[in-house]
Structure formats: C-alpha cells, structure tokens
C-alpha cells in the first residue's frame, strides 16, 4: 500500500493507493463521517463492476447508503446536475455528517465535490477516482465546481476531500483512451518539477498502456506527490500552484472552441503543453529542443501532437474567459526546461499565434 | 469611528462603524482588490438614497463599477438569482480580484456572498450591511448561502469578506418593522453571552427606537464584538459557534412553516428566543422567570411575543429539515439566565410542543 499524506494548515488526509483499496473504503471513511446515512455518486459505465464493491464495502462500515449513477461527460458537469443532487440530499434529509462519495473521474468528482462544499455549507466529501486522471489530478488539491455555457469550471470552491481512495484495479475498465489522457497530466507534473519522473515514464511507457500494477501503483504515488507538494504549498493558488496550470491556459481555450466532450480534458492538455513548449522557445524561455523532447513522450503515450482547431480570433476570446487572467492580461505557465517552469505574461499575440499554428493540424 | 477587527486564523478583515462610512467604501476596499472592475449589487429601495453615495465612493477609488438592483426579500435568495449574478459577471469578463460589494440587508448579502464564494472558486466580497440585523448579525461571520424550496440556507459556503462597513446614516431609510428585527438579534446576543448590555439594551430602548447616532454605534459595535468573539473561536461552527443559534432552531421552523415573507427573520428570531426560554424552564436548564425577563425586553422593542403558527405536525416536519440536526436527534440552545446558554438534545417531544404553544397566539 501507498499512503500520500495530504497535510494542509487547517486539514489533513490521505490518499490512498492500492490495488483492492475500494473494498475497504467504509473502514477507510467511517471515522472521519460519522452520520448514519452515505451518498455514493457512481459513474454509469461502472454500475455493474466497481459501484458494487463500493457499496458492500459502506454497507459492511454501517452506512445506509443512498446510490446514484452519473451518466455523460462534461456536459453534465453544471448547475442543473448540482440542483438534482441538492434534491436528492435533501429528499433524504442527509446532515451536516453525511460523507459524499464521489466514485467516477474528474467530472463526476468535480460536481460532487461541489454539492458537497456548498450543501449545509460543506459535508464530508470522499473521492474515488476511478481514471488515471483523476487519481493524478482532480481527486487531489480540493478544486471542485462545474461548467457554465461561457466556459469551464467557472463556477466552484476549494473544498478538501477526508479522504482519497485510488484503486489501481479500477482501471482495468477504463478506455485506452481516457487512460492516455491520465498520462498527460503524468507527463504535465514531471515537466514542472520532476525530471527523473519524466525519464521513469518515458522508460516504463509501455507497461503503463499495459496496466501493469505496479507501474501504476508507483505512477500514481509519484505523481500525487507531486501535486500533493505544491497544493500544500499554496493551497489557495496564489502562487506556486499556477504551475500546475501548465498547459491549460491553451488546454481549457481548445475544450472551449472545440466544444467540450469532441475532445478529452488530457488531449487538450497534451496539445497545450506543446504548445506551451512552442511559446517557451520562441520567447526565449527555453532552448530550443524542448518541444522536441516533450513531444517524444507525448506521442509514445499515443496522446494527440496536432488538432483541428477554430480560427485565432475563437481561440483568443475563449482564453480570454479563461480564470487565469489577472488584470486584463494572460498569464502564461511556460516550461525552461524538462523540471522547472516559469510564470510569463505580457507576452505579444503574434507569438501566441505561432503557438497555436504548432499544433493545429 | 469604531473598527471591530475580526482575526480569523487565515484571514484577517475590519467592521467598520461610523456615520459618512459609506462615502469611505471605495479607499477601504482598493488595497485588498486590486482589479479595475467592482460589482456593486444594491437593495432597489435604495437606489436614490444610499446606492448612489457607494457607487461615487468606488468610483473616487478607481473602481469601474456595474451596478445591479435587488428588489424583493427571502423568495429572491435562490440559486436562480445567483445564476443571474454569475451571467452579469461572466459578460462583464469579471476576474479572480474583481470584488464584490453588497449594500443591502441579510438576504442581498448572504446571496451576493454566495456568488462570491463560488464565482472563479471564491472572490473579494464587501458587506455593506443596510439593515441594523445584517450589521449585527449576517455581514459578520463569513456564512453566506441561498435557500431552496425545502429550506433556508440549505445552499451555502463559508466565505469571509474582505471588509465590512456599516454606516448607522443607513437606517434612516429602514422600516420601523426592520429596525426591531435587527434589536431582536441584540437582545439574542446579550441572553447568549452579556448581562450589561442586555441591562443596557433595554434601558436605552427608546434612544435606539428613535435611531439615535450615538446609541446606535454602540449598539452595533458591542454586537459585532460579541459576534466576532464567538466567530473567532469557532469559524466553522463545529462548537461555541452553535450558541448564535439561539432562537433559531424554533426561529427557522417558524419562517419555513409560515412562510417566508409573511414573518420577517428577526420576529421569528424573537418568538424562538421566548419558546427556547419557556423550554429552558420546563427542562429545568434555567429558573422560572427567565422567560418574563427576555419577554419584557422583546416587547419593549415592539416584537411579537406570539404569532398564529400552523400545527405541531407541521413545525415539527420544518424543524427536522433545519441544519443543526445532527444523527437525526434536534440539538437546542437553551438559556440558562441572561449572559450564559447551554446546548441540549434529547428533549421530549412533549416539552417541545408545549414552548411551540407558549408562542402560539
């Protein structure tokens, strides 16, 4: 088993990774939410497979547990799902005690994780990942919210979770495709900070398509760690933790032109990072050869190097929108090197332009 | 001038109170938020009165303002109203450093604080309470929220303001109705934790129902250093915290069961702090008398002492959907004399009924 302790000012957790760790999750959860009754939040495409286990497992720690299955994409990450959830909370007359269980990726803990932080004004919240994204990303550092029409992930709170439960064995079930996009916020963290990472994931590569588990199991731990240090150093994303935005100052403008679902959260992570690359050499922040390098990783892990993108004028006004604008100007997350990143703005539009012309197809 | 600082482990902001405080907003807000737009969102039945002085007082500090009016009471602090809030500020591109300032009663700031707590994950908020009970009560202690069809403030956060600034001037334009609501959160104050101002409430009762300058700073500064001392020491409300619900576990259950808008919060207030010191006698918690004691004050204030209220059935559904349920068992803050309350659960349902009857006219 691997423990990454999460110690935050006010906050303490654990996330847990381990292969069988769902069936302990009651035990796992039942300290820490001491009410009667559970919400478990399960992804539809696991009703059959994982949800199950989860629920013998808060069955066996004595919570009643209410079920609800989450279906669709980021399409369904907005206020109206919120609202549904509230009702059902409320039908059930859950209690300031209550534990959520989110068991699905970073879409369905996202929503839960905001109901959660804004039901009672705020009730224990448990996340089970159950994408290699999540586990590495969401399920981490306490950002929760939806989407509006006018963009992504507009409307939320910091809110901790009291515990993470990271299951390896759950990924079995999960699309190769959705497993690539984990990869991509793999390969994010090991450029802001972790060059021996980045060599290790490069290296086992093609266990980590295979599912070996004990690739996982230490890719999950390394990674968690790593976003797990800069979280706890800037919990609020005041400072240090902008760098995690690498790559989606460009990643959340491409899900927002291309439209939400036609591309994965990590497919357009991917590209921003080599687009983030691209801006970096050309501004002098980094030698060139950088996106060389990262595009290596990037392909090996089957992640998309170029996309069909809207026009410029698209691109810009949805970046934008984007939060990450302190003051009217954008702030750019650009990698110096593999394992160190700077924080630039002011940077010209033409070079943002031969930024996004680097990975358009 | 007085200044109540309010030092939270994390956060640290001042209740600013003095006759012109309004006209100061502007210079006391720009160094804690330091984007060029402001959103001021003002109670309607103000417009040409105090909004006006706020909105020139942010516009002498640089602020480029958007104005919005708030007309109506408990039945607009919906997450409806909120998304229209969320809609102004995501056309108007609003950023993480934007602030938010709300100048009006309770329901305006908790509402207007919600957007704040969840917009871009949490934004600069201002309270500029316009009602004597928001300045005593809801604009200090960071609990924002909305309510929903099953109950108030079943929908909220934690999210401290940066500032708040109450300017007794204000409650010339407030109805003689509203005044007394706010004394009925004073009176609740001084049972929970101070016998000298209970004494001095009652005896300069005429001054304030004549909305004398002087009393009324001292009024609103004792208070809000009563409140502030309780939030200080319990932030989240997971101990002392609960004692401010003095009142308001009857008090909620009256304005669900009856209908919010047709009772105003402090006259629920009010009838929740006689029914909780009748159940306080009965329980033995306090000496007979304490009831005529609190009674004799509330009256003096020209608050109800009974109201038609529907069955016990039905209150007694109202107040099982209240918050402060915890594993399914109604916990009460019970007077033991005026300065000290204790908290209590387990109550018979009997004695329950018979405080619901003492307030029943």
Redesign the interface.
């Given at each position: 088993m691997s423990a990454v302790p999460i110690a935050l000012?006010?906050h303490r957790y654990d996330v847990v990774i381990e292969a069988g760790a769902l069936e302990r999750l009651g035990e796992q959860l039942r300290p820490l939410a001491?009410?009667?009754s559970a919400l478990l939040v399960f992804d539809q495409a696991i009703a059959d497979t994982h949800a199950p286990v989860a629920r013998a497992s808060l069955a066996r720690a004595g919570y009643e547990t209410v079920a609800v299955p989450f279906a669709g994409g980021e399409e369904r990450k907005t206020?109206d799902t919120v609202?549904g959830l509230?009702d059902v909370l409320?039908?059930q007359?859950f209690?300031?005690?209550s534990p959520l269980v989110a068991l699905g990726g970073g879409v369905l803990g996202d929503t839960v994780g905001?109901v959660a932080?804004?039901?009672?004004?705020?009730v224990p919240f448990a996340q089970c990942p159950t994408t290699l994204l999540a586990m590495v990303d969401s399920s981490v550092g306490g950002?929760v919210?939806v989407n509006?029409p006018?963009?992504k992930?507009?409307?939320?709170?910091?809110h901790q979770p009291v515990s993470v439960v990271a299951d390896p064995r759950v990924l079995r079930t999960l699309p190769a495709r959705e497993l690539r996009c984990g990869l991509a916020e793999c390969i994010k963290h090991a450029v802001i900070r972790d060059p021996a990472l980045f060599g290790w994931t490069r290296a086992r590569m093609p266990d980590l398509l295979a599912l070996d588990p004990d690739a996982l199991v230490e890719l999950v731990a390394r990674n968690v760690a790593i976003k797990a240090a800069v979280v706890i150093e800037d919990e609020?994303?005041t400072g240090v933790r902008a760098h995690l935005n690498l790559g989606h100052t460009f990643g959340h403008a491409i899900e927002a032109a291309v439209g939400y679902g036609r591309i994965l959260h990590g497919e357009a992570v991917a590209l921003g990072l080599l687009a983030a690359a691209s801006l970096a050499e050309s501004q002098g922040v980094a030698a060139r050869g950088l996106r060389h390098e990262i595009e290596d990783v990037v392909a090996r892990a089957g992640l998309p190097c170029a996309a069909e993108l809207p026009d410029d004028a698209r691109l810009e006004e949805a970046m934008?929108?984007d939060?990450k604008?302190?003051?009217?100007k954008i702030r750019f997350v650009l990698p110096q090197r593999v394992g160190s990143v700077v924080i630039r703005d002011g940077v010209p539009v033409a070079a943002v332009r031969a930024a996004w012309t680097s990975i358009r197809r």
């Amino acid at each position: 088993m691997s423990a990454v302790p999460i110690a935050l000012p006010h906050h303490r957790y654990d996330v847990v990774i381990e292969a069988g760790a769902l069936e302990r999750l009651g035990e796992q959860l039942r300290p820490l939410a001491s009410a009667p009754s559970a919400l478990l939040v399960f992804d539809q495409a696991i009703a059959d497979t994982h949800a199950p286990v989860a629920r013998a497992s808060l069955a066996r720690a004595g919570y009643e547990t209410v079920a609800v299955p989450f279906a669709g994409g980021e399409e369904r990450k907005t206020l109206d799902t919120v609202r549904g959830l509230y009702d059902v909370l409320l039908a059930q007359r859950f209690e300031r005690r209550s534990p959520l269980v989110a068991l699905g990726g970073g879409v369905l803990g996202d929503t839960v994780g905001f109901v959660a932080a804004t039901f009672l004004r705020g009730v224990p919240f448990a996340q089970c990942p159950t994408t290699l994204l999540a586990m590495v990303d969401s399920s981490v550092g306490g950002k929760v919210g939806v989407n509006v029409p006018q963009g992504k992930n507009l409307i939320g709170a910091f809110h901790q979770p009291v515990s993470v439960v990271a299951d390896p064995r759950v990924l079995r079930t999960l699309p190769a495709r959705e497993l690539r996009c984990g990869l991509a916020e793999c390969i994010k963290h090991a450029v802001i900070r972790d060059p021996a990472l980045f060599g290790w994931t490069r290296a086992r590569m093609p266990d980590l398509l295979a599912l070996d588990p004990d690739a996982l199991v230490e890719l999950v731990a390394r990674n968690v760690a790593i976003k797990a240090a800069v979280v706890i150093e800037d919990e609020k994303e005041t400072g240090v933790r902008a760098h995690l935005n690498l790559g989606h100052t460009f990643g959340h403008a491409i899900e927002a032109a291309v439209g939400y679902g036609r591309i994965l959260h990590g497919e357009a992570v991917a590209l921003g990072l080599l687009a983030a690359a691209s801006l970096a050499e050309s501004q002098g922040v980094a030698a060139r050869g950088l996106r060389h390098e990262i595009e290596d990783v990037v392909a090996r892990a089957g992640l998309p190097c170029a996309a069909e993108l809207p026009d410029d004028a698209r691109l810009e006004e949805a970046m934008a929108l984007d939060k990450k604008v302190a003051a009217g100007k954008i702030r750019f997350v650009l990698p110096q090197r593999v394992g160190s990143v700077v924080i630039r703005d002011g940077v010209p539009v033409a070079a943002v332009r031969a930024a996004w012309t680097s990975i358009r197809r």
